[in-house]
């Protein structure tokens, strides 16, 4: 159930990224037009494809997480024997679900700090608040979905 689901999620992410990134194209074209069409750069087009390219790239590491798509390096740890591999793996885990927790608590005190003040992006005028807070879902996703992964090891019993 929960696996269906997160796959569901993970494909609406990935069709949201899609269309950020075909919106951070139009941008980026509508603003060379008026560039050097009409000598007149579109204002914060270039803040608004950075806040597109945030977005997407801490979204997008969400549903590479979930499909265990990550690039790594796995010589060594292919080589292990299968017990090794197996606390290796556990050890991965337990690292991804620490990390993703403390970058997470992070994160939501920097989002927070800054929703407090009120600051403002410098061009388009939005709260900068939103982008940082980019961060802080997706390692919340990345600490919860590791979560999930050692729950099921855990139910699946030792060695695995």
């Known amino acids: 159930m929960i696996e269906r689901l997160?796959?569901?999620?993970?494909?609406?992410?990935?069709?949201?990224?899609?269309?950020?990134?075909?919106?951070?194209?139009?941008?980026?074209?509508?603003n060379v037009v008026a560039r050097y069409g009409f000598h007149r750069p579109l204002l914060g087009a270039d803040e608004l494809q950075v806040l597109l390219m945030v977005w997407m790239t801490f979204l997008g590491v969400v549903v590479v997480t979930w499909r265990r798509m990550h690039l790594r390096m796995d010589l060594?740890?292919?080589r292990l024997?299968?017990?090794?591999?197996a606390w290796l793996r556990l050890a991965e885990a337990l690292a991804t679900a620490a990390l993703g927790a403390l970058?997470?608590?992070?994160?939501?005190?920097?989002?927070?700090?800054?929703?407090?003040?009120?600051?403002?992006?410098?061009?388009?005028?939005?709260?900068?608040?939103?982008?940082?807070?980019?961060?802080?879902?997706?390692?919340?996703?990345?600490?919860?979905?590791?979560?999930?992964?050692?729950a099921r090891r855990a139910a699946r019993g030792p060695g695995t």
Do not use: K
Not at 11 to 26: K, P
């Open 103 to 150: 970058v997470l608590g992070e994160s939501c005190r920097y989002v927070a700090q800054m929703f407090a003040v009120g600051r403002r992006s410098d061009a388009l005028g939005l709260p900068v608040w939103i982008p940082h807070a980019a961060v802080a879902i997706a390692f919340g996703l990345i600490a919860l979905i590791a979560v999930y992964r050692l």
């Open 76 to 78: 060594v740890a292919e």
């Open 6 to 30: 997160a796959d569901r999620f993970t494909r609406a992410v990935e069709r949201l990224v899609a269309y950020a990134l075909v919106l951070a194209v139009l941008v980026n074209f509508a």
């Open 81 to 85: 024997p299968a017990p090794a591999r």
